[in-house]
C-alpha cells in the first residue's frame, strides 16, 4: 500500500499526466527498494541506501520527463571535475574529518592511555564524531565567509563541556579535553584557512 501511495504522490507532482509509465515504474522501483533493503532490524545504514535509492529514482523520473541522458550527466560531471575549487574543496573536507582526526589522535594518545586507566561512562566513539563534525562545521564557515560561526561553535562546546571539565576528578581529564579540542579547531581552521587561499588563486572567491 505504501508503495501505491508513494508512486501516485510521485505522479501529481511531476503534474505530467500524459506520462502514465511513471505509475508503473516507480511502483515496481520501491517494491524492489523494499525487498532489497528490509525494514525490519532497521540500521543507519540501511535507512541510507534506502533513502539513496529513493533519490536515485525521483532522478531517473526527472530525466525521463526533461529527456535528460546518461550521457549528458557524465558531461556534466567531468564538467565539475575539471574545476579546481572541486578538488580543493573536496581534499579539504576529506583531510579536516580523516587525517586531521588521526593527528589529534597520535597527539593526544600519552594522555588518552592515562585518562583510560580510570575509565568514565559516555557514548562510544562520541568524541570521535563530536571532533569530525565539529571540524567539518568549521571547514564550511570558513569557506562560505562566515567566521561567526566559529565562535558560536566555540561557544557552545565550551557550555557543553562545562560540566565534564567542572566535575573532573583530576585536572588531567580537563586538560586533555581542553588539548584535543583547542588541537581540532586549530587544524580545522588552518586548513580552513589553505582552502580559502587556494580558491583565490585558481577562482574568483575573495581572499
Known amino acids: 500500500m505504501g508503495a501505491l501511495l508513494r508512486s501516485l504522490s510521485l505522479y501529481v507532482l511531476a503534474a505530467r499526466w500524459g506520462a502514465v509509465w511513471i505509475l508503473p ?3 515496481a522501483a520501491h ?14 545504514g540501511r535507512f541510507a541506501l534506502r533513502q539513496a535509492a529513493y533519490l536515485v529514482l525521483v532522478i531517473g523520473i526527472w530525466m525521463g520527463l526533461v529527456g535528460f541522458a546518461l550521457t549528458d ?9 575539471r574545476l579546481p575549487a572541486f578538488w580543493i574543496v573536496s581534499v579539504a573536507f576529506l583531510v579536516a574529518v580523516w587525517p586531521a582526526g ?4 597520535l597527539f593526544t594518545e600519552p594522555w588518552r592511555k592515562r585518562i583510560l586507566e580510570k575509565p568514565r561512562p559516555g557514548l562510544e566513539k562520541a568524541g570521535l564524531w563530536i571532533g569530525r563534525l565539529e571540524r567539518v562545521l568549521i571547514l564550511t564557515s ?6 561567526e560561526l566559529i565562535g558560536f561553535l566555540v561557544a557552545v562546546k ?3 563541556r562545562f560540566a565534564d571539565i567542572r566535575g573532573a576528578e583530576s585536572h588531567q ?9 583547542m588541537l581540532s579547531f586549530t587544524l580545522a581552521v588552518g586548513v580552513g584557512v589553505v582552502a580559502r587561499l587556494l580558491l583565490h588563486r585558481f577562482t574568483s572567491l575573495p581572499a
Not at 31 to 44: G, M
Not at 173 to 181: D, F, P, Q, R
Open 25 to 27: 515504474s516507480a511502483f
Open 31 to 44: 517494491v524492489l527498494i523494499e525487498a532489497l533493503v528490509r525494514r525490519d532490524r532497521e540500521t543507519l
Open 73 to 81: 550527466i557524465g558531461h556534466a560531471l567531468r564538467n565539475v571535475m
Open 102 to 105: 588521526q593527528v589529534i589522535g
Open 142 to 147: 570558513i569557506l562560505i565567509g562566515h567566521y
Open 158 to 160: 565550551s557550555i557543553l
Open 173 to 181: 581529564e580537563a586538560e586533555y579535553i581542553l588539548v584535543g579540542t
